[in-house]
Nanobody, 118 residues
């Protein structure tokens, strides 16, 4: 099991930026950022394949977010720009040792809250 700890959330005004971090206790095959707003289902934001650094972005935030990792591949980041009130949600980091895309993530962090005011 991978232990994941998110940080970097906070409150910003619309148009602002935040950089989320996820610290992992060990390397995984793929990692992802997900979010869940009150009363809504959890949705994917970005995927990162740690071996080659390839990424996939969800349409809802594509062009406004960039996912990256450090050289040790134990920290994943999500740079978010041009934030909108509808981006307000709890953001979660997830990790998996199996092949796939948005599903079958076994390990999850506790989340970091992002609040965007208009």
């Amino acid at each position: 099991q991978v232990r994941l700890v998110e940080s970097g959330g906070g409150s910003v005004q619309a148009g602002g930026s935040l950089n989320l971090s996820c610290e992992a206790s060990r390397l995984s095959y793929r990692m992802g950022w997900f979010r869940q707003a009150p009363g809504k289902e959890r949705e994917g934001v970005a995927l990162l394949y740690t071996r080659d650094g390839s990424t996939i972005y969800a349409a809802s935030m594509e062009g406004r977010v960039t996912v990256s990792q450090d050289e040790a591949k134990t920290h994943m980041y999500l740079q978010m720009n041009s934030l909108k009130p509808e981006d307000t949600a709890m953001y979660y980091c997830a990790a998996s040792s199996s092949w796939g895309t948005w599903s079958d993530f076994r390990d999850w962090g506790r989340g970091t809250q992002v609040t965007v005011s208009s």
